[in-house]
């Protein structure tokens, strides 16, 4: 859960304290909520966080007016540019450049042998043992 801002308050409702989440829990994501310590509830304490605020923890969306708004990967607001398969924004797939391999060697017993160096940026990395074996991946 992210937490936009934490604070602790004694609240008039409960007599307990209160955390102040951004929540995700069927509340507004966009709107300071409490979660009241020791309870499963929330209390609104405001109907908009700061603008700017994600709304999520796991996209780049930020809240404005109290609103969820969509922001592209060319972090612009409203736009729909997306990333394509090779994680470049507004692309178009065609820069991917795939790796592909089998390693059979035979390695030195009780031993660490570097058999593949991924690059750094790689995306949608599958690496398996064809067969079964005493090897650590």
Request: aromatic share 6%.
């Amino acid at each position: 859960m992210h937490v936009a801002t934490v604070e602790r308050k004694n609240s008039l409702l409960t007599g307990r304290n209160l955390q102040q989440n951004q929540a995700q829990c069927g509340v507004k994501p966009c709107s300071l909520n409490c979660l009241a310590e020791g309870y499963n509830f929330y209390t609104e304490r405001a109907p908009a966080v700061v603008d700017g605020t994600l709304c999520r923890d796991d996209s780049v969306d930020v809240c404005v007016n109290g609103e969820c708004k969509h922001v592209g990967c060319d972090r612009v607001l409203g736009s729909d540019v997306r990333e394509d398969r090779c994680r470049i924004c507004g692309g178009d797939g065609s820069s991917c450049i795939s790796v592909e391999g089998v390693f059979n060697d035979s390695l030195p017993e009780g031993d660490y042998e570097e058999v593949v160096r991924i690059p750094k940026g790689s995306v949608f990395i599958h690496i398996q043992e064809l067969n079964i074996s005493l090897n650590y991946l």
